[in-house]
């Protein structure tokens, strides 16, 4: 259910890293093969309570191998996923980072409608758009329905999003979070995981060929 990318990538590097509440696993992937995504799902099996799974292992660890190469798709700065206690999987979350050299970057008003834009859904129901300050700078949250197209377009289904477009006061790079979830009836409980996750959000600017990198991070 990606935007389409109105804005081309910047090239401006930086590092995005999170501090994740239990539950939130980080799929971003480097290569983007199915060898690195299995690997990676393997090790997050490892360290999953075989006591509170309510699901077979080897479906969480498809469930997680397809998630990443799903999320990792279009070389997100990070990816991450949110898992219930019992193995299921209930939010995706997506950074990526937007923009184009020697154009300035657009104001919040501007984003709004790139945001409400979707390839294969269309927004139903009136957003709700708010202007809020985070740590990394200040934002644009847009909350809303989707009705998704079902594969070879057999259909619909509801599904929920937030984005965060973000304005790092020292980068001119747009940060666009986005947290996707199928379950409405979890609504309420999936906004306040999505919104304490971005709160901890931080964006460091590197420099040309920096190679900082670090657990639960991403590098633009």
Not at 38 to 47: D, G, Q
Not at 158 to 181: C, D, R, S
Request: proline share 7%; net charge negative; glycine share 8%.
């Amino acid at each position: 259910m990606a935007a389409p990318d109105e804005l081309p990538p910047l090239v401006e590097p930086y590092e995005c890293t999170f501090d994740f509440q239990p539950g939130w696993v980080d799929l971003t992937l480097h290569q983007s093969t199915k060898a690195e995504a299995r690997a990676l799902a393997a090790e997050i099996v490892k360290r999953l309570n075989p006591l509170s799974l309510e699901i077979e292992n080897s479906a969480v660890f498809d469930d997680l191998a397809d998630r990443a190469i799903d999320l990792n798709a279009n070389a997100p700065t990070l990816a991450a996923a949110y898992y219930s206690e019992a193995g299921e999987a209930l939010a995706n979350l997506r950074v990526d980072g937007y923009g184009d050299e020697g154009v300035p970057r657009p104001g919040a008003d501007e984003v709004i409608p790139l945001i409400l834009q979707w390839e294969n859904a269309e927004v139903v129901g009136k957003p709700d758009i708010r202007h809020v300050e985070l740590p990394t700078g200040p934002a644009v949250r847009v909350h809303a329905m989707l009705k998704v197209k079902r594969m070879f377009g057999f259909g619909r289904k509801m599904a929920e999003f937030i984005k965060y477009v973000v304005f790092p006061p020292e980068m001119q790079t747009l940060i666009v979070v986005t947290v996707e979830w199928e379950k409405v009836a979890l609504t309420e409980y999936i906004t306040e995981l999505a919104d304490e996750a971005v709160r901890t959000m931080r964006i460091t600017p590197l420099a040309s060929g920096g190679t900082t990198n670090t657990a639960g991070g991403g590098r633009g």
